[in-house]
Structures are given as C-alpha cells and as structure tokens.
C-alpha cells in the first residue's frame, strides 16, 4: 500500500462517546486491521475489509461536516504506517485531533500535534502482554491513559501501574467499565473509596445508539 493510501472502514460523523472532547460532534475515521484481539472489542468489523483510499479523498470526506474535532481510531489504526502521514496532514489543516490507539506500537513518530489516547490493556483484556511499556515515555500533558476495567483485579493492577509509573502525573487517566460485564456504580465507588484522582468515563455513544457501526 502507498503512503499516501489507507484502508479505511469507514468515515462518520457523530459525538465523541469518551476522553475529553465528550459529547463533542467529531468525525471519525475508523482504518481497518487491528493486531490485537481483546475480548471486549466492539469494533471486530473493522479487523478485515474495508476500502482502499488516498489522503486527499480522505480529507475531502472530512470537509463536509462542520466541526474541528477529527477522531482517528480502528482496529488499530497505526497498524498502517501511513497513519502518520494522515494525522501529520488533518493536523496541517487546523483540526483538532486524536488518535485513540491499544498502547501495542510505537507512538513515538505520532505528530506532537496530535493528542493521543491511548490504552494500557489490562489482564481481563487478554491482551495484557502486548502493552509496550516504552510509549509511556511519549504521553505529553495533553494526551489521556485509558484503562478499561473488567473487575476488581484489572482496578487493582490499573491502580499499582498508575503508582508504579506516576502516570497520573504524565497525564489524564481514564477509568471505563467494560459495559455489561464490570458494574459502572462499583466502578465508581472505588475510585471514590481511594481518592484517585481519574476520570470516570461511560460510552455516550453506546447510552445513546448502542453498539450500531457508524455511531
């Protein structure tokens, strides 16, 4: 594939469903493949498929709609290295936006421009060896950590990593309770029971349309 070519899943505009821009209208663009596979992935559409597109046709797409807000997801969207290029180009035409990435490749090449969030998988995950501890490194106050717990065992290893790592001090850290398996109330009541100072996320979009693709 060129690099100035992804394979995209689709393009859509709706509200940012978590992170900081919540409840803002964003377009979002979701790149096929994903080399993970965690358990809870609502997103398992996007892992093959897809539509072969150039940046230019891309950035035309976003045009239509709107708003500032641009939102780069997946699958994995670094798992095609033209991913950089796209961001570096949204970020050339004074977009505001975020890359929402599994914390398993190398951010470090990302647009300093970019705000970047990014998860730490947790053992419920599954996923939990393919962290790359390394990127830690390259989160920048303006970026956001994103935990989702599964149980009470992913809250306490997400609690001793934050503490291991000084993570809250690196940047904003988001705690997200996997929907339908770890109750958002407990959740809630444990962060508050050890003070932690994170942020407390639900899904809009899933309150509002459910898991439906394109919301």
């Known amino acids: 594939m060129k690099n100035n070519e992804l394979r995209i899943s689709e393009i859509f505009y709706s509200l940012q469903g978590e992170s900081k821009t919540v ?16 358990h809870y992935c609502d997103t398992s559409y996007a892992f093959s498929g897809g539509e ?18 641009i939102t780069v997801t997946g699958g994995e ?13 949204l970020a050339d035409k004074a977009y505001i936006v975020s890359l929402e990435t599994s914390g398993a490749l190398d951010i470090s090449l990302v647009d300093p421009r970019i705000v970047k969030v990014m998860d730490l998988k ?5 996923e939990e060896a393919r962290n790359l501890y390394s990127n830690l490194q390259y989160l920048e ?18 609690k001793d990593k934050i503490s ?18 770890q109750a958002p109330e407990e959740l809630a009541e444990w ?3 050890d003070q932690l100072v994170v942020r407390f996320q639900l899904q809009l979009h899933k309150i509002l349309w459910g898991n439906l693709p394109g919301k």
């Open 23 to 38: 409840g803002m209208p964003t377009v979002f663009i979701r790149l096929t493949g994903c080399p993970l596979r965690c």
């Open 52 to 69: 072969q597109q150039s940046i230019k046709d891309i950035i035309e797409q976003v045009a239509q709609y709107n708003t500032p807000y």
């Open 77 to 89: 969207p670094l798992a095609q290295p033209a991913c950089l290029e796209l961001l570096k180009q």
């Open 122 to 126: 947790t053992p419920a995950s599954g």
């Open 141 to 158: 106050a303006k970026d956001q950590l994103k935990f989702v717990i599964c149980n009470a065992e992913d809250y306490q290893w997400s």
């Open 164 to 181: 291991k790592y000084q993570l809250d001090e690196k940047c904003e850290i988001l705690f997200s309770p996997t929907m339908g398996q």
């Open 191 to 193: 962060i508050l029971r």
